[in-house]
């Protein structure tokens, strides 16, 4: 345990490195949000609009809470691990006494603790400038259930960017391909964050529920806004842990078979 | 003329180095090709399905909307096309290649602004092209106003090709390029929907600072006959401001250029 405490540490630390970087890569998420604030803010300017099932407020919030549960879910490490295995420098890692997944996964830790607290600040400067009306979510059960939600959709992710970073076992060149086409482009658009997916027609939003995807952001973001209750609330989370293990099983399995495949070139 | 000449040439032959250079790794080509497309057909299916409920957005129809986003797509992926060496910039610098660029007997701001055309853009230009004419058709504009939105076309691909190189100027002088490219994007990206969906100061910044009203959303409004006399000439006026300000930002790196890398 005391070993990935120092991984924490240092990785926290590492991130303050490179400044410039991590502060272009928040500011970018800013005006990311400017964009779907004001897309929705527009759509919605019409007083009391009902829409796709949201009113101006619940809209609204939906798009603030993508400024925190982007930088809890989406914001990770593990897109670095291509690199090492196209380089060959997982060898290292592996000849060193840390689980390779833990260690991932502690980096990943410090990586949205480090997020999170930008996502506060940020939270807090938009909501001074923009001053959006807020839906504020009392039930306690709710809560504790989104929180559930967040913290299943972080180990999705966290697995599949692992599944997708393992490309370069068979071809080291793909490394950033593979994580283009799933976690930037597909992650981006089937996962709720940049429109809620409930305005797409019910049978691909039935086709897409069986899919990992939705339950890394709109399906969270659904459970705090009390827009999914009862038995679609567990059903939801019975399928996301489902994932979990699907994917895991997947993961170990795909990561064996490139062990064997690898001939750590570059080393 | 002769000059011009030369350089399509040498812009030719860099052309077709940098395709064979994408070509050979077919699978990466694929890869990206489905992303782009896939990325491509996400937002219009998003668009269709938002103006399906809301009707109007900022009082523009579908087709209206959905030629707004063409019309973005279409300055961003031919200044992509034409600028994709801008994003390998920061390593010729910190590695010290940039010394070999300024030795050779061409222009170096034309060889690391247009040195490596994307084969990849090139593939999804056509369709999209098609694809604006097709929408555009719907909208059944006069010649003049077709006349006005290439006219405004190519003026938002100055204003492009202006923050293209202000970009890079400012990767000599700091080494950091990759980051402010990106943010450069995102906010053009903004011009994805007609910038009257922006309230002010933002709405200002998006029309003055970094006109992404005048690249990607007037040439629309001009195709719809909704662009002033006024619109259209301060434009192009600003457009080639910009140009001169991106060459004398370029002049102003060059001297601060210390080569330390080689």
Redesign the interface.
């Known amino acids: 345990m005391g070993k990935y405490l120092q991984v924490f540490k240092i990785s926290f630390q590492q991130e303050f490195v490179y400044r410039?970087?991590f502060i272009?890569?928040r500011?970018?998420n800013v005006?990311?949000i400017?964009?779907v604030f004001?897309?929705w803010?527009?759509?919605f300017s019409a007083q009391g609009r009902q829409?796709?099932g949201y009113d101006r407020d619940k809209i609204l919030t939906y798009v603030f809470g993508l400024i925190f549960i982007k930088a809890f879910v989406l914001s990770s490490r593990v897109q670095d691990v291509a690199g090492d295995i196209a380089r060959g420098e997982i060898i290292n890692y592996l000849l060193k006494p840390v689980n390779y997944f833990k260690y991932w996964l502690t980096r990943d830790i410090s990586s949205k603790a480090l997020n999170l607290v930008f996502a506060v600040g940020e939270f807090s400067l938009l909501y001074l400038i923009l001053r959006p009306p807020f839906y504020f979510q009392n039930n306690p059960f709710l809560i504790i259930l989104f929180l559930i939600s967040i913290i299943l959709a972080i180990f999705t992710y966290y697995i599949l960017l692992f599944i997708v970073n393992a490309i370069p076992f068979w071809?080291p060149?793909?490394g950033w391909?593979?994580h283009?086409?799933v976690t930037?482009?597909?992650v981006e658009?089937l996962s709720g964050a940049?429109?809620p997916l409930d305005?797409?027609?019910a049978s691909l939003q039935n086709v897409l529920n069986f899919t990992p995807f939705p339950y890394l952001i709109f399906f969270p973001l659904q459970v705090y806004l009390g827009k999914i209750t009862g038995f679609l609330l567990f059903k939801g989370i019975f399928i996301s842990t489902i994932w979990i293990f699907i994917l895991w099983f997947f993961m170990n399995w795909i990561w064996k078979k490139g062990f064997k495949v690898y001939q750590a070139y570059g080393r | 003329m002769k000059r011009l000449l030369y350089y399509l040439r040498i812009w030719v032959f860099m052309s077709r180095n940098s395709f064979l250079m994408v070509l050979n790794q077919r699978s990466v080509l694929l890869i990206f090709l489905a992303g782009k497309v896939l990325r491509f057909l996400f937002f219009i299916s998003f668009l269709f399905f938002l103006l399906k409920g809301a009707e109007n957005l900022a009082g523009y129809n579908s087709t209206q909307t959905i030629f707004f986003f063409l019309s973005f797509m279409v300055v961003d992926t031919t200044a992509q096309f034409f600028f994709r060496e801008v994003y390998r910039f920061r390593s010729y610098v910190v590695t010290g290649d940039f010394d070999l660029i300024l030795a050779k007997p061409m222009n170096a701001l034309f060889r690391v602004l247009m040195g490596g055309a994307d084969v990849i853009d090139l593939i999804t230009l056509p369709p999209l092209y098609a694809a604006t004419v097709y929408v555009g058709k719907l909208l059944n504009p006069s010649l003049e106003n077709v006349f006005l939105y290439l006219l405004l076309l190519v003026s938002g691909l100055l204003i492009t090709a202006a923050f293209h190189i202000i970009v890079i100027s400012f990767g000599i002088i700091t080494l950091e390029v990759d980051h402010t490219i990106m943010i450069y994007r995102d906010i053009t990206s903004m011009g994805r929907f007609p910038v009257d969906i922006y309230k002010e100061p933002l709405k200002g910044i998006l029309t003055y600072f970094i006109p992404v009203a005048i690249m990607m959303t007037l040439p629309a409004k001009a195709f719809m006959g909704l662009a002033s006399f006024t619109g259209v000439l301060s434009a192009l006026i600003i457009s080639i401001l910009f140009i001169f300000i991106s060459f004398r930002f370029w002049n102003f790196a060059m001297e601060k250029y210390s080569s330390a890398s080689s």
Do not use: Y
């Open positions: 410039l970087n272009m890569w500011v970018r005006l990311q400017f964009i004001f897309l803010d527009t759509v829409l796709f071809a060149e793909m391909g593979g283009f086409l930037v482009i597909m658009f940049l429109f305005i797409l027609p």
